[in-house]
Nanobody, 121 residues
Framework: QVQLVESGGGLVQPGGSLRLSCAASGSIFSINAMGWYRRTPGKQRELVATITTGTRTNYVDSVKGRFTISRDVAKNTVYLQMNSLKPEDTAVYYC???????????????WGQGTQVTVSS
């Protein structure tokens, strides 16, 4: 079984910072890309940032220059450093990892349970 566990969400004032973490554990042979998504009520889930095994990154335009995605390959962990937070960043943030659970299996997407980020004064 593969499990992704997120942490680091919470309440922060506009202009503040938060750092999200997501650790993958369980039966893992290899991890390809990892990423963060978010969803607000009434909206579809939105890609926030992704990072490949080669540390190539991609961001949605609305967070460029404010958010930074990184990963620790040895710890199977992906991070999202969020600076200059705005009220419109309020959402449930989910991490996703593309994982090969065994050498003879196939690549599959795994999701975390989500962590709430609220930006409000």
């Amino acid at each position: 079984q593969v499990q992704l566990v997120e942490s680091g969400g919470g309440l922060v004032q506009p202009g503040g910072s938060l750092r999200l973490s997501c650790a993958a554990s369980g039966s893992i042979f290899s991890i390809n890309a990892m990423g963060w998504y978010r969803r607000t009520p009434g909206k579809q889930r939105e890609l926030v940032a992704t990072i490949t095994t080669g540390t190539r990154t991609n961001y949605v335009d609305s967070v460029k220059g404010r958010f930074t995605i990184s990963r620790d390959v040895a710890k199977n962990t992906v991070y999202l450093q969020m600076n200059s937070l705005k009220p419109e960043d309020t959402a449930v943030y989910y991490c996703k990892a593309v994982i090969l659970a065994s050498s003879i299996g196939s690549w599959n997407d795994y999701w975390g349970q989500g962590t709430q980020v609220t930006v409000s004064s």
